[in-house]
């Protein structure tokens, strides 16, 4: 995709939320330039896949589209790379707190008087302006703190998502942000600053239920896989696995009923509204368990497929690389990198435009892979660059 062609950024990011942000730039067509430390910053190592130098999973996701640039700029004499960067880009990216952006010398308040049409894109835990903005924080204290940690899983034990969905979250508004910032840009002339927050994002997709509970006080536990709001929703069990099953509002309600042959459930004052099957799901899980639990999960799951249920496989990681569907979309590009032994299935971009090809150009750079590059068209003579590197600030 070249709908940002022209628009550099650079991704000071770590881990998810800066890092996938700047991705998705990356993905829409941007020059992203990764800058890392020297010795390779830690989020290049999470999640090892056996690369002889280390690299790990999440490191293959969150960088491709991007060049490689080792810097440590809080180093005497790299404040003079660090002003030839940003007056070369558009965007920085960077989920740090303020004062190590202070320290870094990539603050707004810095790096706009290099150049004042800088769009600064900021990640923190909590944001800015109240008693909690100096805390730090990953996705799991985001999910905690909206009280959706309290509402999955059992109310015995509270169970945060696997899937850090705060940060992809956060990620995805911030660079939804950044785009909004260019185009105001376009029409003001003026950078400014984006700020995201894990927290206020945890908060905004917990809001149905924060409203719920402001007006109603009810007050919810987690009930595992069920729904308090509709019925049947839940996890079953078949003869060979498992399958979700999501039935909302009167006519799916219908189709499931005659399909499990419950059609005397459709009388019942019990099952008369989503709420009351909510409030009865147990009941209706039971009745689709009793009607599953003989068939294979793929019989199952053909019956609620011709009866318009919405209906899935409880799949784990190797049957969702395998999967047909997945397969046939292309959800996955197959990345190449120095030392693995067999491509990553890397996803880009999970939407598509019509007018643009949605494809991974560039692999995830190795440690400072372009570094020489970068500084050689910022104007730096192989003399300089030399010199920098002999004093550890490349």
């Not at 404040?79 to 707004?108: C, F």
């Not at 992809?168 to 003001?188: F, P």
């Not at 099953?245 to 019942?268: H, M, S, T, Y």
Request: hydrophobic share 35%; with cysteine.
């Amino acid at each position: 995709m070249n709908i940002l062609n022209g628009i550099r950024v650079l991704d000071f990011g770590r881990y998810i939320a800066g890092p996938y942000c700047a991705a998705l730039l990356g993905d829409l067509g941007a020059e992203v330039i990764r800058v890392e430390r020297i010795d390779g910053s830690e989020d290049r190592y999470i999640h090892p896949i056996g690369n002889p130098n280390g690299e790990g999973a999440m490191f293959m996701q969150m960088n491709r589209n991007k060049k490689g640039l080792t810097l440590n700029p809080t180093k005497d004499g790299s404040q003079e790379i660090v002003k030839k960067l940003i007056e070369s880009a558009d965007v920085v990216v960077a989920n740090l707190p303020p004062q190590t952006l202070k320290r870094m010398g990539i603050d707004y308040e810095t790096i706009k008087k290099y150049n004042d049409k800088i769009i600064l894109t900021t990640v923190s835990a909590f944001g800015h302006g109240g008693p909690y903005s100096e805390r730090v924080g990953f996705d799991g204290v985001g999910q905690a703190m909206s009280g959706a940690t309290h509402l999955t899983g059992y109310e015995d034990e509270p169970i945060k998502a696997y899937s850090p969905y705060v940060d992809y979250g956060t990620a995805s508004l911030t660079a939804m942000g950044t785009l909004a910032a260019i185009i105001d840009r376009e029409k003001t002339g003026r950078g400014q600053v984006v700020e995201g927050a894990l927290f206020a994002t945890s908060l905004a997709f917990m809001n149905t239920h924060l409203i719920e509970e402001a007006i109603t006080n009810k007050n919810r536990k987690a009930i595992g896989n069920k729904s308090p709001y509709a019925g049947p929703v839940d996890i079953v069990k078949t003869k060979d696995g498992w399958i979700v099953v999501q039935v909302l509002g009167e006519p799916l309600f219908k189709r499931w009923a005659k399909l499990v042959e419950a059609e005397d459930f459709l009388d019942d004052d019990r099952f008369s509204t989503d709420i009351k099957r909510g409030e009865n799901s147990q009941i209706l899980s039971d009745k689709t368990q009793d009607w599953c639990k003989d068939l294979s999960s793929k019989d199952a799951l053909n019956l609620l497929s011709e009866a318009q249920v919405p209906a899935g496989p409880v799949n784990n990681l190797a049957d969702v690389l395998k999967d047909e569907h997945v397969d046939q979309m292309n959800f996955f590009q197959e990345v190449e990198y120095p030392g693995l032994n067999k491509p990553a299935p890397v996803m880009g971009l999970p939407i598509n435009l019509s007018n643009s090809e949605n494809k991974i150009k560039k692999r995830p750079p190795t440690l400072g892979e372009d570094t020489n590059q970068i500084l050689t068209e910022l104007g730096f003579s192989e003399e300089e660059i030399n010199i920098f590197r002999d004093k550890r600030i490349i």
